[in-house]
Antibody, heavy 119, light 110 residues
Framework: QVHLVQSGAEVKKPGASVQVSCKASGYTFTDYYIHWVRQAPGQGLEWMGWINPNSGGTRDAQKVQGRVTMTRDTSITTAYLELTRLESDDTAVYYC????????????WGQGTLVTVSS | SYDLTQPPSVSVSPGQTARITCSGLKLESNLGYKFPSWYQQKPGQSPVVVIYEETKRPSGIPERFSGSKSGNTATLTISGTQAMDEADYYCQAWDGGTVVFGGGTKLIVL
């Protein structure tokens, strides 16, 4: 069955960078997009971007443009999110999620990774 | 990008019908994909899709969950609401190559 397993919680200082990983299994990694969605404490879902694991192409949300990098390693079926110049507002649970081609829904989600930004 | 608007909360009695709206959907998309999806999220858990492509229900989702759309507003309907349905619900759609979520609705089962 499909699984998306994310890396563990992180605590970072303002201005630092963080990388979150998402290990996919149970399906052909290159056949589905991987999205990154975050949720600040007590807040709603915020889409951050997607990566096409087949081509490596990405698209990110305007709000995080310039600070986010999404990559993948097809040999280990893992996607990565790197967020730089962290601010306290970046404190959130970060989820990876799978979708088919653009326009389709998110059918599987990772368990979430808590990133805390604090001095 | 654009905004999807949901009511912050909806209250319903057990056994009654709950309706959660999502307004602001674009009627046209340059990708041709404008069908909203709905996600249920319970405290401390990852979201789960309950409706996709506006009206389709994934396997394992109870039949009491249904979706519809009229104009630029989508509606998630939960018939015969149960206590276990108390959760946050989010609508989601694509806008060109990007994704947008509604602000979320807390369903309260009184």
């Amino acid at each position: 069955q499909v699984h998306l397993v994310q890396s563990g919680a992180e605590v970072k200082k303002p201005g630092a960078s963080v990388q979150v990983s998402c290990k996919a299994s149970g399906y052909t990694f290159t056949d589905y997009y991987i999205h990154w969605v975050r949720q600040a404490p007590g807040q709603g879902l915020e889409w951050m971007g997607w990566i096409n694991p087949n081509s490596g192409g990405t698209r990110d949300a305007q709000k995080v443009q310039g600070r986010v990098t999404m990559t993948r390693d097809t040999s280990i079926t893992t996607a990565y999110l790197e967020l730089t110049r962290l601010e306290s507002d970046d404190t959130a649970v970060y989820y990876c999620a799978r979708s088919g081609t653009a326009g389709t829904h998110f059918d599987y989600w990772g368990q979430g990774t808590l990133v805390t930004v604090s001095s | 990008s654009y905004d999807l608007t949901q009511p912050p909360s909806v209250s319903v009695s057990p056994g009654q019908t709950a309706r959660i709206t999502c307004s602001g959907l674009k009627l046209e998309s340059n990708l041709g994909y404008k069908f909203p999806s709905w996600y249920q999220q319970k405290p401390g858990q990852s979201p789960v899709v309950v409706i996709y492509e506006e009206t389709k229900r994934p396997s394992g989702i109870p039949e009491r969950f249904s979706g519809s759309k009229s104009g630029n507003t989508a509606t998630l309907t939960i018939s015969g609401t149960q206590a276990m349905d108390e959760a946050d619900y989010y609508c989601q759609a694509w806008d060109g190559g990007t994704v947008v979520f509604g602000g979320g609705t807390k369903l309260i089962v009184l």
